[in-house]
């Protein structure tokens, strides 16, 4: 039997609105490209040689996120606080870190004061110009950058003011196990209310008028339904004509299109390194410089942020590199990314690359940028970005409607949340339309 609906993407928005759907007795069919549902949500285990499951996209529960807790709590998957101590390192020396930005106040209280928005770049050139400003300048960009994997000449000053004012986001626990209980507690759910997950198919042409839509996939297969929800991510909405990535319609929604080009979505290198033991808890022969309890180290290194687990043992140190610094690196191999890895923790560490790379047990480095289904790692506001995710998201003759973290307005930007909350306002408006006739 036909499905009513097709929808494109298995990650947290299209799984979300496949299982309410479903549950509201529509017949779905999901394509999604990947040989896995989950999206952004990648969750690597012992198969990538990782002694514990391990976050190769999504990692934290960044504040309230309500849906988010809703659906874990009724998964029975419980999260826990991350722990440790935090330390910066500047010009090789480590300190245990006052705060993430110590010049928030200032910056705060004068964004405070903003009455229009502009980027990020243009406020501090403007607000806070001069060499005794350099630091505060130096610390708010790479905060931006690094945390919202934004490019400062284009994120909204007054974005950042509502998150740097807190949403709550300074507490980040983790779901134990990971965010791939999530996933699979959506899979048992959908699946057990009738929805079809089509795994390895990657869209390749949307044909469509009004009440009928032809999806054609890489490997010559069609799919046709009177309605499709799309959500695939940002990335692959602003991917040029002809470059990976690019999912042609026809005829084309130049207006969405143009929306999506207007929103930010920042690259993500995540680089997974899992040590025999937590050599950096001590001061050894080979280990120049301990950070014991490390939780957090953010610096001046190639490679400038790194976690642990904490408070689980398992002996893993998570690198990234957002932003514009992940754009400069998107033509680096695999290889040579490892390197680079290598080298900043040598330095943070006081150690030798050789000595890292002796006692490296597993690795795998995610660039989220290069990868043709996501060509990014998650949005952050532009100015106006609320106008433009509306455009985004206005709903086509009743028959095409998108969802996805990249279209979300409100305070959880960029997150699984986001996408969860759109994949349930989608499926919202889809009921709100008249059921096929079988
Ligand atoms: C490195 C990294 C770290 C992150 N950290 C966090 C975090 O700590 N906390 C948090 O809340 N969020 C985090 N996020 C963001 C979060 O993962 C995303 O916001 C969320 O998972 C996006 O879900 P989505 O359904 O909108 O998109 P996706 O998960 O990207 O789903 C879209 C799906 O569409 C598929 N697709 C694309 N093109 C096609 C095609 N042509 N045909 C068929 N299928 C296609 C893709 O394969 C994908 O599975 C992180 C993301 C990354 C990359």
């Given at each position: 039997m036909s499905?009513?609906?097709?929808?494109?993407?298995?990650?947290?928005?299209?799984?979300?609105?496949?299982?309410?759907?479903?549950?509201?007795?529509?017949?779905?069919?999901?394509?999604?490209?990947?040989?896995?549902?989950?999206g952004r949500i990648y969750s690597l285990g012992p198969e990538a040689g990782f002694s514990a499951p391990t976050e190769a996209g999504a990692e934290f529960l960044h504040g309230d996120v309500p849906l988010t807790r809703e659906l874990l709590q009724a998964y029975g998957i419980p999260w826990h606080d991350t722990a440790g101590t935090t330390y910066e390192v500047s010009q090789g020396h480590a300190r245990k870190a006052e705060a993430f930005l110590e010049e928030m106040p200032l910056l705060l209280s004068t964004l405070q004061q903003l009455s229009n928005d502009m980027p990020l770049a243009n406020f501090l050139t403007e607000y806070f110009p001069g060499a005794e400003y350099a630091?505060?300048?130096?610390?708010?960009?790479?905060?931006?950058?690094?945390?919202?994997?934004?490019?400062?000449?284009?994120?909204?000053?007054?974005?950042?003011?509502?998150?740097?004012?807190?949403?709550?986001?300074?507490?980040?626990?983790?779901?134990?196990?990971?965010?791939?209980?999530?996933?699979?507690?959506?899979?048992?759910?959908?699946?057990?209310?009738?929805?079809?997950?089509?795994?390895?198919?990657?869209?390749?042409?949307?044909e469509w008028q009004p009440g009928q839509v032809t999806v054609r996939s890489q490997d010559g297969r069609v799919f046709q339904a009177p309605q499709?929800?799309?959500?695939?991510?940002?990335?692959?909405?602003?991917?040029?004509?002809?470059?990976?990535?690019?999912?042609?319609?026809?005829?084309d929604l130049p207006g969405h299109r143009a929306a999506a080009q207007a929103l930010g979505f920042g690259p993500v290198i995540k680089y997974l390194l899992e040590f025999e033991e937590p050599i950096w808890e001590q001061v050894s022969a080979d280990i120049g410089q301990a950070m014991p309890e490390l939780g957090f180290l953010f610096s001046d290194a190639a490679v400038?942020?790194?976690?642990?687990?904490?408070?689980?043992?398992?002996?893993?140190?998570?690198g990234?590199?957002?932003?514009?610094?992940?754009?400069?690196?998107?033509?680096?191999?695999?290889?040579?990314?490892?390197?680079?890895?290598?080298?900043?923790?040598?330095?943070?560490?006081?150690?030798?690359?050789?000595?890292?790379r002796q006692h490296l047990q597993a690795h795998q480095i995610l660039n989220w940028g290069t990868d043709p289904?996501?060509?990014?790692?998650?949005?952050?506001?532009?100015?106006?970005?609320?106008?433009?995710?509306?455009?985004?998201?206005?709903?086509?003759?009743?028959?095409?409607?998108?969802?996805?973290?990249?279209?979300?307005s409100g305070p959880y930007t960029g997150t699984v949340e986001a996408a969860l909350v759109t994949g349930a306002a989608a499926a919202r408006r889809i009921l709100q339309t008249p059921a096929p006739i079988s």
């Open positions: 499905p009513d609906i097709l929808i494109i993407g298995a990650g947290a928005a299209g799984l979300l609105a496949a299982r309410n759907l479903a549950q509201a007795g529509r017949r779905v069919t999901i394509l999604e490209a990947r040989p896995r549902p989950g630091a505060l300048r130096r610390q708010a960009t790479a905060f931006a950058e690094g945390y919202d994997a934004a490019d400062a000449r284009r994120v909204s000053a007054f974005a950042l003011r509502e998150e740097w004012s807190g949403n709550g986001a300074e507490d980040s626990p983790r779901p134990e196990g990971g965010y791939a209980g999530l996933v699979q507690g959506l899979m048992r759910e959908l699946e057990a209310a009738g929805a079809h997950l089509m795994l390895g198919t990657q869209v390749t042409l949307i499709l929800l799309l959500t695939v991510p940002l990335g692959v909405w602003q991917a040029p004509e002809g470059r990976p990535g690019y999912l042609p319609l026809h005829p400038p942020t790194w976690w642990s687990q904490q408070p689980s043992s398992q002996s893993l140190l998570t990234w590199v957002a932003g514009p610094a992940a754009a400069h690196r998107q033509h680096l191999t695999p290889s040579e990314l490892l390197t680079e890895a290598l080298d900043s923790l040598a330095y943070l560490l006081q150690t030798t690359p050789a000595y890292l289904l996501a060509l990014g790692a998650y949005s952050y506001p532009t100015i106006c970005a609320a106008e433009f995710r509306a455009t985004l998201s206005a709903p086509v003759a009743d028959t095409l409607f998108v969802a996805g973290e990249g279209v979300y």
